[in-house]
């Protein structure tokens, strides 16, 4: 069975400053990879997903994530981050024949002024 | 375009109350539909997921249950709500990819 792991719990990042979340997987095949986010009291929100081809994912909001098949990681990006970008993000992994999504646990981005 | 609608969007029940929690989508037909629950600081369980009506696959062992009576309805119940049934509720259909896409969630409170 597929899994994630995002190795960090929370992350504070300055306006403007750029911002790296970490996804690493586990899974025999390459997989479907998806990133979420979500603000307090909403539901998740697809930021971004990747399925085959280009490694470089282009999402909304800015965001964009990199596939390394190598190192079963898929890292969000952002640039320059904005306040409204301080929510929770979620890296979830499918199996190729298998429509459940595994989350992982799950970053909280603070910024701050 | 789809979307996804849950209601209520809030709840406070007692212990040993029923509770009846219902997702529609609207814009896409026969999609998979899955229940979720997040509790404060933690992540997502996915405890039901449907392929089709009358389909339901359930993931742990709990206090709920689901049902799946039409092919774009999709409910979560319980005869007697425990404290533990507290959290964050998300409802989520599924495109022909697998990615999910989540309607606004129910927040449960067990009193």
């Known amino acids: 069975a597929q899994s994630v792991t995002q190795p960090d719990i929370h992350i504070t990042v300055s306006e403007g400053a750029s911002l790296e979340l970490r996804c690493n997987y586990s899974?025999?095949?390459?997989?479907?990879l998806f990133w979420y986010v979500q603000s307090p009291g909403q539901g998740l929100q697809l930021l971004l997903k990747?399925?085959?081809?280009?490694?470089l994912v282009q999402g909304i909001k800015g965001f964009e994530a990199e596939f390394k098949r190598s190192q079963s990681s898929f890292n969000l990006r952002k640039p320059s981050v904005h306040w409204s970008d301080a929510a929770e993000y979620f890296c979830a992994v499918a199996a190729l024949d298998d429509y459940k999504l595994s989350f992982g646990a799950g970053t909280t981005v603070t910024v701050r002024a | 375009s789809q979307t996804i609608h849950q209601w209520p969007a809030t709840l406070v029940q007692p212990v040993g109350s029923p509770l009846s929690l219902e997702c529609t989508v609207e814009?896409?037909?026969?999609?998979?539909l899955y229940w979720y629950r997040q509790a404060a600081g933690r992540g997502l369980q996915l405890l039901f997921y449907?392929?089709?009506?009358?389909?339901i696959s359930s993931e742990v062992p709990q206090n709920l249950s689901a049902s799946r009576p039409q092919d774009r309805q999709f409910i979560l119940s319980s005869k007697k709500l425990l404290l533990s049934d507290s959290g964050f509720y998300l409802c989520?259909?599924?495109?022909?990819?697998?990615?999910?896409?989540f309607g606004p969630g129910t927040r449960l409170t067990v009193l």
């Open positions: 899974y025999g095949a390459t997989p479907y």
């Open positions: 449907s392929v089709g009506i009358g389909q």
């Open positions: 989520a259909w599924s495109g022909r990819r697998g990615e999910q896409f």
């Open positions: 814009g896409t037909s026969n999609p998979n």
């Open positions: 990747y399925f085959s081809g280009d490694t």
